[in-house]
């Protein structure tokens, strides 16, 4: 049973570019939601998705944005790119709601913005 | 001020040592409580939950205070494999659904 997986696994863009980061749900989750954790901080909510629709979100500028396909994979799009994006993206799938059970998390992808 | 806030760290403790981390959040109405480890350039995974009553796994035991907004984790005979960052993690409800919001994290470093 695969887990979450998340690709690519790194990435190097320069300012002003845009990327697109995916994410595919471990069997039986529907609910994705994406963090983003600076160096020496804790994972930050950027959204989370359920259903193909983005249920909540976090402070993030509209510059990131979102999607969920039927089989309930995800992307993480980021426009614009600045050097303050440069991050570990995380993505992490539930079961409709992140609470009443375990949250797995992918490995991540690890944007670089130079 | 942040939602959850933890001890800077880092902590620096011998093998067999007993060390505990706090950690308080701002939220009131957070009803969901946990502790995730989160080894170098890895993910973070869930360590525990947290319960009003207070909770026991192992050498690691967990203890919450509402009143006091108010969370610990208590690591007793601290393992070298014991290193890692260890994150408080709260919910909070926005629009009828729960998000969960992460600490900072507090960096443990077991020596031999």
């Known amino acids: 049973d695969a887990g979450v997986t998340q690709s690519p696994t790194h990435l190097i863009k320069t300012r002003g570019q845009q990327v697109t980061l995916r994410c595919s749900p471990k069997?039986?989750?529907?609910?994705v939601s994406w963090y983003q954790q600076a160096l020496g901080q804790g994972p930050q909510f950027i959204f989370q998705?359920?259903?193909?629709?983005?249920?909540q979100r976090g402070n993030f500028p509209d510059r990131f944005s979102g999607h969920q396909f039927p089989n309930y994979s995800s992307e993480l799009n980021v426009n614009a790119l600045l050097l303050g994006d440069s991050a570990l993206y995380l993505c992490?799938?539930?079961?409709?709601?992140?609470?009443?059970?375990?949250?797995?998390f992918g490995s991540g992808t690890q944007l670089s913005v130079l | 001020r942040k939602e959850v806030e933890q001890d800077p760290g880092p902590f620096n403790v011998p093998e067999g040592a007993t060390v505990a981390f706090n950690c308080t959040y701002s939220?009131?109405?957070?009803?969901?409580f946990f502790w995730y480890r989160q080894d170098c350039r890895k993910e973070p995974k869930l360590l525990m939950s947290?319960?009003?009553s207070g909770n026991e796994d192992g050498r690691f035991t967990a203890q919450l205070n509402r009143a006091s907004q108010y969370i610990s984790l208590l690591i007793r005979d601290s393992k070298l494999s014991d290193s890692a960052t260890y994150l408080c993690?709260?919910?909070?409800?926005?629009?009828?659904?729960?998000?969960?919001?992460f600490g900072a994290g507090t960096r443990l470093a077991v020596h031999p």
């Open positions: 998705y359920y259903e193909e629709e983005e249920r």
């Open positions: 939220n009131s109405a957070s009803q969901s």
């Open positions: 993690v709260v919910t909070s409800l926005s629009g009828g659904y729960n998000k969960l919001i």
């Open positions: 947290v319960y009003s």
């Open positions: 992490a799938s539930s079961h409709r709601t992140p609470v009443s059970e375990k949250l797995f």
């Open positions: 069997s039986g989750h529907d609910t």
